[in-house]
């Protein structure tokens, strides 16, 4: 049986991954979102709470699950974030890898996972936030304000770079050219968009 492609576009907050994502999906790819802040809430816990990763990474992998289930004949899927991040960003970090990892593996005689990993300096990534934060101050909530958190996060993000198996600087390109990168790395995955544009996803 032919392996489901699942292209995972990660990185540290600010370093360009939604603004990506909504240029792929105009394009005609299909795109999963995030729904971070979202899926906690189905079993109501605190976002900010570990368990509210293990919501997540629950989620992330039922969104997967369900759109090949109601896409049989899809070849692949873009989402946005992949589980490993989760171990990133809790302050247990390693000890969440290591399960998340296993769940992958169970998964691997029927998905193979590509992480495209976007990353930047830290002051192009601070900056982008400062300005975000001013359109979307909900953020704050999630800890986007705290610069501690932002630097123990991107020493994170420098230190696992392992997990990852492309990467683009997006430090001083503008979004078409890393759109354009990523559709690089897609084609020599022969994942193309035309043939896909009839895939549909409700949660």
């Known amino acids: 049986m032919e392996k489901k492609i699942v292209v995972s576009l990660v990185g540290m907050i600010g370093a360009g991954k939604t603004t990506a994502l909504n240029q792929l999906s105009s394009m005609g790819y299909p795109v999963l979102a995030e729904d971070y802040i979202d899926a906690p809430q189905k079993i109501q816990c605190d976002n900010r709470l570990i368990l509210s990763k293990w919501a997540w990474i629950a989620n992330w992998f039922y969104k997967i699950t369900h759109y090949f289930k109601e896409n049989p004949d899809a070849h692949f899927v873009i989402v946005d974030r992949n589980v490993q991040e989760a171990g990133i960003w809790t ?3 390693h000890p969440l890898l290591n399960p998340i990892q296993l769940s992958l593996k169970e998964l691997s005689d ?11 300096d830290y002051n192009t990534i601070k900056t982008r936030i400062h300005d975000r934060l001013k359109e979307e101050p909900v953020r704050n909530n999630y800890n986007e304000s705290n610069i501690s958190f932002l630097d123990d996060l991107y020493e994170d993000y420098q230190g696992n770079k392992d997990l990852w198996d492309h990467f683009i600087d997006t430090s001083c390109t503008d979004a078409e050219t890393v759109c ?8 020599v995955l022969e994942l193309h968009p035309a043939i896909y544009c009839g895939a549909t996803f409700e949660e």
Do not use: G, M
Not at 181 to 187: A, E, G, T
């Open 180 to 187: 354009k990168q990523i559709v690089s790395h897609l084609s």
């Open 91 to 93: 302050s247990a970090c």
């Open 110 to 120: 029927k998905y193979r996972f590509v992480n495209i990993c976007l990353h930047c």
